[in-house]
């Protein structure tokens, strides 16, 4: 029934069963003396500063973005490479087209500033209810 | 021609369309004439697939063109088709040549009307719809156009809507013509159910297995004949047709003389070969129309509005046709539709012309002398009152005289009577209306007098080429007793030689019998003193139609029998009563409870439900979540159980 | 080198509105400001000519490049379906933006690109290539839900969406996941044909699950609707009205590939889920319906019920029933379009937001607006003679005939709710009376045309519903 796919099964209830009784015996056995120092965030031996749940600039996310985008077709590209010899000039025009769109895409990223860590708003979204990016506002 | 056909109907529909959205600027006469050239051009259309018929062999004129498959859901399958076969070519003949008529005619009538255009719009929709109902390959498309001309027939008898009378005359006809049309969908229904299609061509075939007077088939034919009733103004559903009078003059002659109200002869000829299954339904037929043909004719002895004079006698004309189909004589019965077509259309437009030239005056008692004032209205009033009496000569007489004979043939003896008596009476009461309306001395106003005047030539053309018409139209159809060959019969043989094999009359070819001549005869004594006593009454100024209009029966006659108050105290009021009992008690308790009940609940249940959308992602996330574990169990449930 | 070019000619419908995307980009960016009104036109063309190339494809291709893409008869219907949707979308967008003061020149480009994923979706004929259309598209149409980034309603309904969505397309990608490791195969020709010689693996049967699950949610059916409702209202009008018939289109159309074709010979196994999902859908979105207040929340739960109603062909499967869902989809789009727009306009005169209390009175107050309403309401309520009409009377017929009386019992009975509320609107509008006088709808031609062209397509297909059908029969896959 369950086909070549019974050993993973199998794999997956032992590892979990696993984990219940090492976990379970692990309370069982083990002493339960909390304390401040013991409760504290682990930062690397610094005493920790504020809260973890702060806002992160969404700027981490575009940049992130972008390079995923470039990532990509890298991953593309090699094997594409590898085969280039058997499939002569049509691949190369495909490929010269992808790396185009992708092209157009950097070129719009950048006339749009979002390559700028630092990117003043745009005039033309400009409006009350976005905060200006300064470098104050982006240290959080 | 078999591709070209719709463009017969597309031509009026081009009309309709332009003058809704593009002649809102144009003058009178360019919308006049416009909307004339459109069905001008359908005539022109409807004669070249007339040429094109004569050039094929009688038993192929046939063309059938199929614009595109309509609606098909299950095995019901209705095809967008139109067809042209003998029957309906000389239908589309008839309606095209008259409809150009009386649009050219409608120009001068309704000259200076602020609806104008609007009536023009209407006009052309009105062809648009009768042209599709006599083309239609199956009964549905025939439905279609039946539905369409009542609306527009509606429209245009409220023409003049801000007149509660008119309008009210509107919507008597739409209600009454609603009865009918009820009777025709039943039909149509139950032809489906019975055949398994409601193509005319796809039926005959499967009626095979039927026996000669099978109940279903006369069923069927009985509703289909509700219809007519309905649509024709036969008895007892005729009541619309006078009140009809109320809309513009060309219309009446247009919808309520040639052509709507002849589409119920039109349906029952064309389901002639499911009427030749049932006698008995032939019978209701025969008897109905005779009945209507003399009822009709009474009270037309006794009217004195011009325009209810012309429709009780078209009531009565239809009642004619009718007796021939009940005979089995369908031919006949189109004959006569065809040449009553061109009479009643040109009597129409002739009582319009008068009523044009004494100022909207209808009452035939303020009338009189008009010979001399309105000399080309008189003559061709002259030739279409002869023809409706059964003149020799003229085309009613040899329609009249075939339906007469075709029913004296079939041994219906009573109803043969019948159809004589009521052509004298025909032939009395539209001549005591010549007599009164353009003999004699001018009774109107001294204003109106003054006023009175021939009508302008865009109204008399079109008097004078129905004249014509009127005068020579019966020649086509001239029978073997005259020494003619009765073209027009040999014409619509091959639609009508499939069914009605087993009556009495055996086709277009009978040998000429003696007693023709005497039946002939008969009729024409018959309205020859029908014209003598009008004469003496009407002419003279005898005094006798003085007495005879103190008796009871006088009385009677006049109000129309009272069928309009039976209808009233008999069916109208009860409705109504009903209808206001229904309304509180029933609709306001029951009904409204039911729904409100069943509404009160979906929306308690509803605002039950929109807490299910609280707005926060996570709770979205735990109900999806539980969807996908049930998804998911329920098709595992499904593998292994 | 003829072959590759023929292959090319499959996709050019594809191609063209890639590269007019690009070139609106380009255009957007180089171009100085008061000559950004070209990219709408740009885009307008883009989409009539991909249609027009589209309609010229009928008949003369099949399956291209390795059988991935069937650029078949069934495919071109729903291209040009596609390309009229992004055109009327075009159509009614300029207005709406300037007004909301979105000067965003991603708009056009991102629309572009949607309906070419859409039209990816419905061309694959391998499930690697829908997915790839699939998460186009629902990227795209993530960034258009939220284009309105100050109203901050329009950005949490777009977080919401696209939270949702992720977790949505991921029980997708694991269904496609194990269908291959089951098959060996992600093209719906071989998968079909494997799965008739397979025995019957737990693992398969969880694929289809999961494969259901992520169509499920794609189409807004119950319950994994749940994010539509707040999309709808929170994303630009114009987006909302694409949203609810153009990706719904391609999802169904994707559903019908992969689940009346390719996995029939599992229909026993999944036939009763969709069934149950089905009666969910339409009832939960027309009794939900009922109460709703906003026009646009009120169209988002008409949306759910209609879904409802086409799950009804999924369910019947067959030919007929595939023409017939076809066809409903192509009325809904007519139909839903029109709605939205009126609706756009209504709202422009500056009062209220959606509320239907605006429509009281407004029937006589605005001609035009009144008597489309009337006639998209009643489409949409399925009274004949309308293109709604014969909707569902050709997907309920197709039911029937397969013998699921029930579920058409049921879909009736919804039909008879829905009335309620679409009928309604038509009652505020000709049978109250306005509470103080109507502001004039500020129009614009796009407006008016979309109206018109619409309208008068709901009213034909209405009338003449038998052309339709037979071309969609004729295009069958």
């Known amino acids: ?123 033309e979204t400009e409006s009350s209810a976005e905060t200006p990016l300064t470098p104050d506002n982006l240290r959080n | 021609m078999s591709h070209l056909i719709f463009l017969i109907i597309l031509f009026p529909l081009i009309g309709v369309i332009t003058n809704t959205f593009f002649t809102r600027r144009w003058s009178e006469a360019a919308i006049g004439i416009f909307s004339s050239a459109m069905v001008g051009a359908s005539f022109v259309l409807s004669v070249a697939a007339f040429i094109s018929l004569l050039g094929m062999e009688a038993s192929a004129r046939h063309i059938e063109q199929v614009l595109f498959d309509w609606i098909r859901v299950g095995s019901f399958h209705a095809p967008a088709a ?64 039946w539905e369409g001309v009542g609306l527009c027939s509606y429209l245009l008898i409220g023409f003049w809507y801000t007149d509660e009378v008119k309008a009210t005359a509107g919507k008597k006809a739409f209600i009454v013509n609603r009865i009918g049309d009820f009777g025709f969908m039943l039909a149509i229904f139950l032809i489906w159910t019975t055949f398994g299609t409601i193509q005319f061509d796809e039926i005959i075939p499967r009626m095979a297995s039927f026996p000669i007077g099978s109940s279903v088939i006369t069923a069927i034919c009985l509703l289909l004949f509700v219809g007519a009733i309905g649509k024709s103004a036969q008895f007892p559903l005729y009541v619309w047709l006078p009140d009809a009078m109320a809309g513009p003059t060309p219309v009446s002659a247009l919808i309520h003389a040639a052509t709507m109200v002849t589409a119920g002869v039109y349906m029952v000829a064309r389901s002639h070969f499911l009427y030749s299954m049932a006698p008995a339904a ?55 539709l065809m040449t009553h077509a061109f009479f009643k259309a ?60 075709k029913t004296f043939e079939g041994h219906h003896y009573v109803l043969w009577v019948v159809g004589v008596v009521a052509a004298f009476f025909t032939a009395f009461y539209m001549f005591r209306l010549l007599y009164l309306t353009f003999h004699g001395k001018f009774r109107g106003s001294k204003s109106q007098e003054q006023h009175v005047h021939e009508s302008p030539s865009s109204m008399t053309v079109p008097l004078i080429i129905l004249a014509v018409l009127a005068a020579i139209g019966g020649y086509v159809g001239l029978p073997a007793a005259l020494g003619g060959s009765n073209h027009f019969e040999h014409f619509l043989h091959p639609v009508f030689a499939g069914g009605h094999a087993h009556l009495l009359l055996g086709g277009a ?122 998804v998911l169990a329920s098709l595992f449930y499904k593998m292994f159980f | 080198m003829d072959s590759y070019a023929a292959q090319i000619v499959g996709i050019l419908p594809e191609i063209l509105l890639i590269v007019t995307a690009i070139f ?166 071989e998968i079909m044909t494997a799965l008739i010689v397979l025995p019957l693996e737990v693992v398969t049967v969880a694929g289809v699950g999961l494969l259901l699950i992520g169509f499920a949610f794609k189409v807004a059916a119950v319950p994994f609707h749940f994010w539509s409702p707040d999309v709808y209202q929170g994303a630009p009008t114009p987006i909302t009205a694409f949203m609810s018939v153009g990706p719904k289109a391609a999802a169904f159309v994707a559903l019908i590939r992969v689940f009346t074709i390719s996995l029939e010979s599992l229909a026993d196994i999944w036939t009763g889920a969709v069934f149950v999902i089905a009666v969910l859908t339409m009832t939960l979105g027309n009794v939900v319906a009922l109460r709703q207040q906003n026009i646009k929340r009120m169209l988002a739960y008409s949306s759910i019920a209609h879904a409802g109603y086409l799950l009804v062909g999924i369910v019947a499967g067959g030919p007929r ?74 997907l309920f017929s197709a039911a029937v005939e397969k013998g699921y009386i029930l579920l058409v019992v049921i879909a009736v009975l919804n039909s008879a709710v829905a009335a309620y509320y679409y009928l309604r609107i038509i009652v505020l509008m000709y049978m109250t009376r306005a509470e103080h006088e109507m502001a004039a709808v500020p129009s614009f031609g796009g407006y008016t045309l979309t109206l018109v062209v619409t309208s008068v397509l709901v009213l034909l297909i209405g009338s003449l519903p038998g052309g339709l059908l037979n071309l969609l029969l004729a295009a069958l896959p």
Not at chain 3, 36 to 49: D, E, K, Q
Not at chain 3, 350 to 372: K, N
């Open chain 1, 1 to 123: 029934m369950f086909g070549s796919f019974f050993p993973v099964i199998l794999f997956l209830l032992a590892a979990g069963g696993l984990v219940l009784v090492i976990l379970f015996f692990s309370s069982l056995i083990a002493p339960h003396r909390p304390n401040p120092a013991k409760n504290s965030t682990y930062e690397c031996g610094e005493v920790a500063e504020g809260s973890s749940w702060i806002r992160f600039n969404s700027r981490f996310y575009i940049i992130a973005l972008i390079f995923i985008i470039f990532d990509v077709e890298v991953v593309f590209l090699y094997p594409w490479a590898i085969v280039y010899r058997h499939l002569g000039f049509w691949a190369w025009l495909e490929m010269a087209i992808f790396l185009v769109i992708l092209l157009t895409g950097l070129a719009y990223v950048w006339a749009k500033g979002d390559l700028e860590w630092i990117r003043l708003p745009e005039k």
């Open chain 2, 82 to 145: 139109l067809l042209v076969d003998t029957l309906s070519c000389v239908m589309i003949l008839t309606v095209s040549a008259v409809s150009f008529l009386i649009h050219i005619y409608s120009i001068g009538y309704m000259h200076g009307d602020t609806g104008f255009r609007r009536y023009f719009i209407f006009l052309n929709l009105f062809v648009f719809f009768m042209l599709l109902l006599v083309l239609g390959s199956n009964f549905l498309v025939m439905f279609i156009g």
């Open chain 2, 282 to 336: 032939l019978e209701v037929v025969a008897i109905v129309g005779a009945g209507t043909a003399i009822f009709a004719a009474t009270i037309g002895l006794v009217q004195n509005d011009i325009k209810k004079v012309l429709a009780y006698s078209t009531v009565s004309q239809l009642g004619y046709m009718f007796l021939a189909c009940g005979v089995g004589a369908y031919g006949v019965a189109i004959f006569h």
């Open chain 2, 346 to 405: 040109l009597l129409f437009l002739g009582s319009g012309s008068v009523i044009h030239g004494m100022s909207g005056e209808q009452d035939i008692r303020q009338m009189g002398g008009l010979k001399t004032k309105m000399p080309k209205t008189y003559w061709t009033f002259l030739v279409a009152t002869l023809a409706i009496a059964g003149i020799p000569g003229f085309s009613g007489f040899f329609s009249k005289d075939e339906i007469l004979w």
């Open chain 2, 509 to 630: 070819h009978h040998g000429v019998e003696p007693v023709e001549y005497i039946v002939m005869l008969i009729s024409v004594i018959v309205a020859l003193l029908g014209i003598w006593l009008a004469r003496s009454g009407y002419f003279r100024m005898a005094s006798w139609p003085g007495k005879l209009s103190k008796g009871m029966i006088y009385t009677t006659v006049l109000n129309k029998y009272y069928v309009d108050q039976i209808y009233d105290v008999g069916i109208s009021r009860p409705t109504v009563k009903f209808s206001e009992i229904m309304a509180e008690w029933f609709d306001l308790g029951v009904i409204d409870g039911l729904v409100n009940g069943v509404a009160a609940f979906f929306n308690w249940v509803a605002g039950w439900l929109r807490r299910l959308q609280t707005g926060f992602v996570q709770n979205y996330a735990i109900l999806m979540g539980a969807g996908i574990i049930l």
């Open chain 3, 24 to 189: 609106a980009i380009l255009l957007d960016l180089l171009s100085k400001k008061e000559e950004r009104s070209w990219v709408a036109t740009i885009s307008l063309v883009g989409f009539i000519g991909s249609g027009i190339v589209s309609v010229f494809l009928w008949n003369r291709v099949g399956f291209v490049f390795s059988g991935m893409v069937a650029a078949d008869n069934f495919t071109a219907v729903f291209r040009i379906l596609f390309c009229f949707i992004g055109a009327i979308t075009v159509l009614v967008s300029p207005e709406y933006l300037r007004e909301r003061k979105i000067r965003l020149g991603e708009y056009y480009p991102i629309l572009l690109i949607t309906v070419f994923a859409m039209m990816v979706m419905v061309s694959a004929a391998d499930l690697l290539l829908f997915f790839l259309g699939l998460e186009t598209m629902s990227i795209a149409l993530y960034v258009l839900a939220c284009l309105d980034r100050r109203d901050s309603r329009s950005t949490e309904a777009a977080l919401k969406y696209f939270i949702l969505g992720a977790f949505s397309t991921a029980f997708l990608l694991y269904g496609i996941a194990l269908i291959y490791a089951q098959t060996g195969s992600t093209s719906y020709a």
């Open chain 3, 321 to 394: 029933a595939i023409a017939a869902t076809s066809f409903y989809l192509v009325a809904y789009a007519l139909m839903n379009l029109g709605a939205f727009t009126v609706a756009m306009l209504m709202n422009r005169r500056g009062e209220g937001d959606y509320q239907l209390d605006d429509y009281r009175g407004a029937g006589f107050a605005h001609p035009l607006l009144g008597v489309t309403m009337a006639i998209f309401m009643f489409s949409l309520a399925g009274i004949p003679p309308t293109a709604g009409f014969f909707g569902k009377l050709y």
